[in-house]
């Protein structure tokens, strides 16, 4: 059954089937934790208007997804759905939140160019002295203007130093 709940989950939250998904929630409590289930991804592919009724019956808004442990934060990140990000971000995301490699989400939203969710993730207290120094590095060696001129109005003057400080 647990494979089979877990793609009634996912499709429950992608038709916005909410009576269904709280008599699934109901029955299967283990759900709100299943990071096999991926409602909150499902949520932020299919359904962002959901999230906020997840999070209130207790779904955990930084479950993990596939094999590289990715938050639906860093999901949400990658595919530049920055209202999503602000959505999950208000709902208690972990902005520090890390993947099995390491990376934060705000290492994420540089590798992934998108200076609108590096902005968002500074203002809701993302640690940015955990960001990767080479991650850094190869911002501007591409020359990736949005992400450095995003990079400096947060960082200022140290952003310099933090890039020399790998060579």
Same mark, same amino acid.
């Given at each position: ?15 916005? %089937? ?9 029955? /299967?409590?283990?759900?709100? +934790? ?11 592919? %299919? ?32 595919? /530049?759905? %920055? ?12 902005? !520090? ?11 994420? =939203? ?6 609108? =969710? ?7 207290? =993302?640690?940015?002295?955990?960001? !990767? ?11 990736? +203007? !949005? ?5 400096? !109005? ?14």
């Amino acid at each position: 059954m647990g494979v089979q709940r877990d793609r009634k989950a996912y499709g429950c939250v992608i038709r916005n %089937n909410r009576k269904r998904l709280r008599q699934l929630l109901g029955k /299967h409590p283990e759900l709100l +934790t299943s990071n096999d289930a991926w409602i909150v991804a499902a949520a932020v592919l %299919n359904n962002p208007g959901i999230l906020g009724w997840l999070v209130s019956r207790g779904v955990n808004p930084d479950s993990r997804l596939g094999t590289e442990s990715d938050t639906p934060l860093m999901l949400a990140i990658s595919l /530049h759905k %920055n209202s999503t990000v602000k959505t999950l971000l208000k709902l208690g995301a972990d902005p !520090d939140a890390r993947d099995d490699l390491g990376d934060t989400c705000f290492t994420r =939203a540089i590798a992934e160019c998108n200076a609108p =969710a590096m902005r968002m993730l500074a203002d809701f207290g =993302a640690d940015l002295s955990l960001t !990767d120094p080479v991650t850094l590095r190869n911002a501007v060696n591409e020359k990736q +203007t !949005d992400v450095i001129d995003g990079l400096l !109005d947060l960082f200022g003057p140290t952003l310099l130093t933090r890039i020399v400080s790998i060579e």
